[in-house]
């Protein structure tokens, strides 16, 4: 009977022991990489540094706390797919004391540089509480479940990694703006602008970041002139007061004060606006609880798609003009009603019910009955040229027609030449490409004759090729070459 009770002994031991955390016996989880980094938040109008990595999570800021992870467990969003992931951690807090505080860490992955987090009170072993994770932490419960918006505090990371800002701004608006503190009113100057255009193939930041202009209006004491670089760090789509709401967040690139450097945004998708305009609110500081509506917040923005700035819209001919007025049409734009005088045509294209996109057209070269015109979409970024066909108006119809995207073909024109180029602005002159880290391939060897070079050679006629700072003496690998492109020595 001795070795029967002995086992009965070590069953009722291990069953004391499995209701909760033993002290002393904790066994540690590691913080997921996508948490780690160096980030920044503000909560209870306090600035708070936290540094996290895969062993602790670290309030810097006094009063200081220092945590390591216990128990974690990961809530699975079923059909969303993302770089992260929301978890619930059960946390001790590493220090001196034999009876530690043991902390419940609700985590919501936003972006890359975005998390949302709550942490609970403190909880002690020896306050007759069951700590475990299960049991102490609400979020397991399904009827409290992850925190909302409103529960938690935002960290920003202090180094983001580059976002697109496409899932933020694209494209070019006009805004009117009002602060909600002053007094001060609605300012809508046509200068206020946003402009987010992101180049094709660019390597600079540009895709990351976009410029807001304020213009001040005479009569609205709140307003200013000042323009910002903001860096973009992702947009998340979350739910508060029953309403689903799309957050972003962007960087002050300048900004010196850590409260101003970050802000949040908010906006609702498919606004259905009759004037086809995109209500946004912004906050003041790095936090998101003031953002409750897109009716309130510190910052009301009220934004306007625009045609995006170019000198090739001026026109520099004439259409028709027996085909001026309003027109109706199914051509290149489904269902788009067309308005011409005599040197623009304009399509108003219905997306739906409530949405309509505005393409403008200007009359820039004609031969015959062709027509060279600039393209641009009203609140986009591109300016394209199009080529219409128009036939002579019969009636109340005028046939036209537009030239498919063109197929390659043989250059007419063959062999390697030289070129100048002559432009508006500096900027819109063609420019080389940045090949690599420095301005050339071996930037202690000199290239002693640069040229801007046009050529269409024989292996491939279907292409032209352009180099406007194409060395003549060296090749890319810093390596003297010929006349004929063969290397040569030098002695």
Known sequence: MAPRL????????????????????????????????????????????????????????????????????????????QDGQNRTMLMKEITNDPNPCYFCVDVLWRTKAILQYRKDDCVKPNSGVNID??????????????????????????????????????????????VDVGGGGICNNPKSQIKACQDPGSPYVDNQVFRMTYAKCADVSTSRDDQIRYQCLGSWFAVKSGVGYTY????????????????????????????????WVMSRFAECGSLNSIYRGPLKLVLTRIPPPTPYMSPKCNLPRNITGSWLTQGIQYRSDVVVNDTHLIMSTKIN??????????????????????????????????????????????????????????????????????????????????????????????????????????????????????CETVDYRGRPIGEYGKFIAVF
Not at 59 to 81: A, D, F, N
Not at 157 to 168: E, M, S
């Open 133 to 178: 994770i299960n049991v102490t932490c609400k979020a397991m419960d399904s009827f409290f479940g992850l925190p909302g918006t409103d529960e938690t505090f935002t960290m920003f990371k202090k180094d983001p990694p580059n976002i697109n800002c496409i899932t933020t701004f694209e494209g070019v608006y006009q805004f009117s703006y009002e």
């Open 6 to 81: 002995g086992i009965v002994l070590v069953i009722l031991a291990l069953i004391s022991y499995s209701d909760g955390v033993v002290p002393g016996n904790d066994v540690k989880c590691s913080i997921p990489d996508f948490y780690h980094g160096n980030w920044y938040s503000q909560e209870a109008g306090v600035d708070i540094d936290t540094l996290v990595n895969g062993d602790f999570w670290e309030i810097q800021t006094l009063p200081r706390l220092k945590l390591e992870c216990i128990q974690s467990y990961t809530h699975i969003i079923k059909g969303v797919e």
């Open 353 to 470: 019910q409530f949405e309509f996109q505005e393409t403008h057209f200007s009359c820039q070269q004609t031969l015959g009955t062709r027509y060279l015109m600039t393209k641009v979409v009203v609140g986009k970024c591109e300016v394209d040229f199009v080529c219409f066909d128009i036939m002579p108006r019969h009636h109340s119809i005028v046939r036209y027609r537009v030239v498919n995207p063109p197929s390659a073909v043989p250059c007419p024109i063959a062999g390697r030449y030289y070129f100048t180029q002559e432009a508006i602005n500096e900027d819109e002159k063609y420019a080389t490409r940045i090949r690599g880290v420095t301005l050339r391939p071996r930037i202690q060897v000199d290239c002693r004759d640069v040229q801007a070079e046009f050529k269409s050679c024989s292996m491939n006629m279907d292409k032209i090729e352009v180099d406007a700072e194409y």
């Open 248 to 279: 972003a967040a962007i960087m002050d690139t300048v900004e010196g004060d850590p409260r101003e450097v970050y802000k949040c945004l908010m906006t609702l998708r498919n606004q259905k606006d009759a004037n086809n305009q995109i209500r």
